[in-house]
Nanobody, 123 residues
Framework: VQLQASGGGLVQAGGSLRLSCVAS????????MVWFRQAPGKEREFVAGTSWSGGDSTVYADSVKGRFTISRDNVKNTVYLQMNSLKPEDTAVYYC????????????????WGQGTQVTVSS
């Protein structure tokens, strides 16, 4: 199982980016897919998650609610994170992760990780 994240970059505050994570998973629809982020000197934190196809429910960290949207395409084995109204405090390396079962917010619950993509928001 491999995850490949992309889409990061440098953007001004108030701007938008869309991250993508392509999964080489045969049963992609059985996996919950999530995004975490880690800023320098800080712990890895949960950003957003989407459950396996049965519920299609989504979960967001309070800090990104109303600004970020997670979605998935089970045909393309891809999960997206649309980030709008970006703030300098959103600057971090963003990681996608996967697990069978429900979305959980603890990073130690995930053993499949992408390589990370850098998001930098300038003020």
């Amino acid at each position: 199982v491999q995850l490949q994240a992309s889409g990061g970059g440098l953007v001004q505050a108030g701007g938008s980016l869309r991250l993508s994570c392509v999964a080489s998973i045969r049963t992609f629809s059985s996996y919950s897919m999530v995004w975490f982020r880690q800023a320098p000197g800080k712990e890895r934190e949960f950003v957003a998650g989407t459950s396996w196809s049965g519920g299609d429910s989504t979960v967001y960290a309070d800090s990104v609610k109303g600004r970020f949207t997670i979605s998935r395409d089970n045909v393309k084995n891809t999960v997206y994170l649309q980030m709008n109204s970006l703030k300098p405090e959103d600057t971090a390396v963003y990681y996608c992760a996967a697990r069978i079962g429900m979305v959980l917010i603890g990073p130690y619950r995930y053993d499949v990780w992408g390589q990370g993509t850098q998001v930098t928001v300038s003020s």
